[in-house]
T-cell receptor, first 114, second 114 residues
């Protein structure tokens, strides 16, 4: 069975600092994708970044990057130069190729302090 | 630019009442999903559909039924609501199940059963 673990229930960071949100996953399938979603207080789920299991380079999208360490089965999200608007819940998720569902972690609540 | 639209956004039900949540997507996606989100538990898959006329059970299907009569619509029904079904419900859609295809979410529907 697939499983996603986010060990940080909450994090507090000063504005403009970089922040790393941890995510580890468990699967025996060689082909999978890893996703990060942001959920602000308004509730919607916003897609941030995707990493494929066969991708050689870490994914980047603007201020977001994914630190993919396949041997350790970790897919940490790095946000550079954090902003007040980054305060939200962040979910790591995994999808196995051929599977119909996205499996989510429990989330990390990030608070950016001015 | 609608994407995934859910109605209603808020609803209060009495125990034993029935209701239907409607999800509509305009991206011509084959796959559609219903998730529920509860505090500390991330998102859990209720039911999903891989195409018009097909549905399948997810992790937590009990107490819910679904139908996909048209490709763009996916309905979630509660026949006899229970307080345990108080939750935030998210509809989502994606192209076929390759692991790299992003799943897009609606804005959520807040349901309270009293």
């Amino acid at each position: 069975a697939q499983k996603i673990t986010q060990t940080q229930p909450g994090m507090f960071v000063q504005e403009k600092e970089a922040v790393t949100l941890d995510c580890t996953y468990d699967t025996s399938d060689p082909s999978y994708g890893l996703f990060w979603y942001k959920q602000p207080s308004s509730g919607e789920m916003i897609f941030l970044i995707y990493q494929g299991s066969y991708d050689q380079q870490n994914a980047t999208e603007g201020r977001y990057s994914l630190n993919f360490q396949k041997a350790r089965k970790s897919a940490n999200l790095v946000i550079s130069a954090s902003q007040l608007g980054d305060s939200a819940m962040y979910f790591c998720a995994m999808r196995i190729q051929g599977a119909q569902k996205l499996v989510f972690g429990q989330g990390t609540r990030l608070t950016i302090n001015p | 630019n609608a994407g995934v639209t859910q109605t209603p956004k808020f609803r209060v039900l009495k125990t034993g009442q029935s209701m239907t949540l409607l999800c509509a997507q305009d991206m011509n996606h084959e796959y559609m999903y219903w998730y529920r989100q509860d505090p500390g538990m991330g998102l859990r898959l209720i039911h999903y559909s891989v195409g018009e006329g097909t549905t399948a059970k997810g992790e937590v299907p009990d107490g819910y039924n679904v139908s996909r009569l048209k490709k763009q619509n996916f309905l979630l029904g509660l026949e006899s609501a229970a307080p345990s079904q108080t939750s935030v419900y998210f509809c989502a859609s994606s192209l076929r199940d390759d692991s790299g295809n992003t799943i897009y979410f609606g804005e959520g529907s807040w349901l309270t059963v009293v």
